[in-house]
């Protein structure tokens, strides 16, 4: 190995071992430590808006001085209002129950064993992401709150912003009698860094990628480390035969286009062949400002769209944009999404029940809904408070991961005595 | 890529795509349909024993000519109670609850949506193997029964054993309407088809390896598929001062010797310097027939020990050894097992309810114990019914992995017209 790879090894290495030890120390504080460090967090972050402000002017100049774009700087950009919405949402996280501890079942076996399995932190959790500075603070508050140490790697263009997020956290989270390795920031902004953290087996337990489906997929395509993740939301909102014309119109247009950027937003339209509104329903998309691209089959029918290449079923618009066809029925809905999609958030508006379960049990996605908008794939609409981010992986946890998603658990047998025989 | 690279990779993308379609209706399916297939199969074993004794007959033959050791050779080794037993173990697999359509927890939001988490099969599960033909049908009757289809690679060396037992399998799932590609044997042993497997992401869901340590490190090195496994299971006794003599001696030798053979057998006896009764208990290992490699401390109070070598303390022996040494009381304990421990079972003998609790807390292994012999790990004994093997991995399932461990979930809402403002 040249020096040159060994350096971001080295780095991740000691950073690694700094967690290990954080996370032995986080995995034993009681609840309410970690809830009043947390608050003591989001009192320090009001603190020192001016610093953080500061901190941001310098993120802010050199993106303008390197070319970013305007999205990318909105982005970047803190104010005192955003500063506050991240203090609220360190204090949000800090009032979440804590899962740790929590005891998933019991059994008692013949032989008098008592056999638990209890709820523990995951472990060193590293998380990988972009310009948004204020995901330091949201990753790291959810990370405490569940007993993990955490090593964050930002985008270089917030390196500022994110040391003065970070200096918050060190501070209050020592001040608190939590390690202050429990939270650490990358120091440098070299790229192999987040190589070295891709491969660091057995240092980091698992990676969660925050940013732009490119990010996501260079994440999950050099990893070794596991990846808690999704790529695409390609998701369906089918129509029923018997679905409620005014339920079926409300629930495309706010699914689409309530917020046509996030990866609940619907993105392919399925109607069954034999829903007697299909135009209106059409109509009620573009009136709210959305291009619909349709197959064949439905521009025989609405006759005034554009056409839907073989691409466009199978692409993530997250702009006003919708792909829309006819199916046959249930069968036809369930075989073009087991194609198409990408196991995110599916949904069926039917008033037959019967149907509707069957489209629940059918589709192999990780959020699965009758009669509502798939833009509830959200875990704060999930009611678990924030989410470190939405998984369409299989194993581990799926769809909206929050702080139960950050633990694992552990067996504890306590006997008396007891030997095989 | 070279027709040589292809042709695995072609032939796992064909055994995955089958593998899926019946996955999708494996999901489907009820318990009872489940159940009544794998009491066929158990029924078919033994009505097939002739038949796969003698395709067994045809491995053994070729086994001893190509010299496999006689350990080798009676792992290959099946006769008509070996049979009976597969066939039984199939049928206890039968037995077991079905964990899939088990509802998680169930959430009722402000906006009257209805949120569940509902468990469902993982999907495809690859399981890749060694020289004991029991596992085509263990494995197989576990991923069936948890709705999950399965693609088996096994050894070479067993491939016509494997052959038989499959062909049991296939009749008798199709006989009783599940789908003949629930269960697929690889039906060549090239072994790069185990590289083809190990890449296989999207295709297969999950690995499972059954064998040695050079196989399961293999497979941990390559997998690009999530893996669920233990390669080491360096498992500690700590007795404490506090121990109740007999206990410990009891347990110590039970955990060691019993079977020395199995993962959850102890290989280092860590003793709290301040234990009151050292000799006997180093006594007791070595009357049971166990030689004990102490550590200096432990060597000035027993001299007659064979030293301890650096080596030693991160050694799984797997026979009648085991290192021995001194610690510091809990703390001691708590570092020695940190550095040197495989997070597969360690265990307290103690009377001391405070210390006790402290070591379960802070050990983190997936099993850990309080006055129990560490040979308990075991999916059975824990009355999981049987395991698919134990994971040390801290994603997804840890310990002993059953039914539930080869199933997923997914959320399912229900609501009456739900859009998000």
């Known amino acids: 190995m040249t020096e040159h790879q060994s ?120 998380i990988i992401y972009e310009s948004r500075p204020n995901v330091t ?45 429990a939270v650490q920031l990358v120091p440098i902004t070299d790229r192999a860094v987040v190589g070295a953290m891709l491969t660091a087996e057995g240092v980091i337990d698992m990676i969660v990628p925050r940013g732009g489906k490119s990010l996501v997929a260079r994440v999950q395509a050099e990893a070794r480390v596991p990846v808690l993740a999704h790529l695409d939301g390609i998701n369906h909102v089918f129509v029923h035969a018997s679905a409620d014309q005014a339920m079926a119109e409300a629930i495309v247009v706010n ?12 993105e392919t339209l399925l109607i069954d062949r034999a829903y007697p509104a299909i135009p209106a329903l059409i109509a009620a998309l573009k009136v709210s400002g959305c291009e619909v691209r349709g197959g064949p089959g439905l521009r025989a029918i609405v006759p005034d769209l554009v056409p839907a290449t073989d691409e466009d079923w199978d692409t993530e618009y997250l702009e006003a944009i919708a792909s829309a066809g006819l199916v046959d029925g249930l069968e036809g809905a369930l075989c073009f999404i087991a194609r198409h999609g990408s196991h995110h958030t599916d949904a069926i508006v039917a008033e037959d029940a019967e149907v509707a379960e ?64």
């Open 137 to 181: 603070a949201d990753a790291a508050a959810l990370c405490v709150a569940s007993g993990n140490a955490v090593i964050l790697r930002g985008g270089s263009e917030a390196i500022e912003s994110n040391r003065a997020i970070h200096a918050v956290f060190a501070g209050a989270l020592a001040a608190n009698g939590l390690p202050a390795d």
């Open 255 to 266: 699914a689409k286009m309530r917020r046509t950027g996030v990866c609940g937003a619907m």
């Open 7 to 126: 350096l971001p090894k080295n780095l991740v290495a000691d950073l690694g071992a700094r967690a290990r030890n954080a996370a032995a120390m986080l995995a034993a504080l009681p609840a309410d430590t970690k809830r009043t460090a947390l608050l003591a967090v989001a009192e320090g972050l009001r603190a020192a808006t001016a610093e953080i402000e500061a901190a941001n002017a310098l993120d802010m100049a050199r993106g303008a001085e390197n070319g970013l774009s305007p999205a990318m700087l909105d982005r970047l950009r803190l104010d005192a209002k955003r500063i506050a919405g991240m203090a609220d949402g360190v204090a949000a996280v800090a009032g979440l129950d804590d899962p740790v501890g929590r005891v998933i079942d019991t059994v008692e076996r013949p032989n008098g064993l008592v056999l638990s399995r209890v709820r523990v932190p995951i472990g060193v959790i590293g």
């Open 358 to 421: 069957a489209f629940l049990a059918g589709v192999d996605s990780a959020i699965v809904l009758w009669n509502a908008s798939t833009q509830f794939a959200d875990g704060a609409e999930f009611g678990l408070g924030a989410e470190i981010g939405i998984a369409t992986g299989r194993l581990h946890a799926r769809g909206p991961v929050a702080l139960e998603g950050l633990t694992t658990y552990k067996w504890i047998g306590r006997g008396s005595g007891q030997v095989r025989p």
